[in-house]
């Protein structure tokens, strides 16, 4: 069973950046595709980035978020740019195992989540 830690959450003000990271381990990272959810207070949890052969994201955040991964480190990041007080959220990192990956459903382990707070 594959173990994800997020790190690189805090708060930053609106126009700012964060790198978030999410390190893997238990299993091979490699072989699948890597997903960040958020899930602002009152809200439901919501795609915002994927990555595999190819990268997705969520229309909210394209060109401001950018997801990456380096399967030498077991690491995916999501650098987050020109930050807006609506991305405030708990930001989860999480894999599939399938080849479906853009909705929560989809994803089979989440870590425990990171905290960005956006003040305006």
């Known amino acids: 069973q594959v173990q994800l830690v997020e790190s690189g959450g805090g708060l930053v003000q609106a126009g700012g950046s964060l790198r978030l990271s999410c390190a893997a381990s238990g299993r091979t990272f490699s072989s699948y595709a890597m997903g960040w959810f958020r899930q602002a207070p009152g809200k439901e949890r919501e795609f915002v980035a994927a990555?595999?052969?190819?990268?997705w994201y969520a229309d909210s955040v394209k060109g401001r978020f950018t997801i990456s991964r380096d399967n030498a480190k077991n690491t995916v990041y999501l650098q987050m740019n020109s930050l807006k007080p609506e991305d405030t959220a708990v930001y989860y990192c999480?894999?599939?195992?399938?080849?479906?990956?853009?909705?929560?459903?989809?994803?089979?382990?989440w870590g425990k989540g990171t905290v960005v707070t956006v003040s305006s």
């Open positions: 990555i595999g052969d190819s990268t």
């Open positions: 999480a894999l599939s195992y399938g080849d479906s990956w853009s909705s929560a459903d989809d994803m089979d382990a």
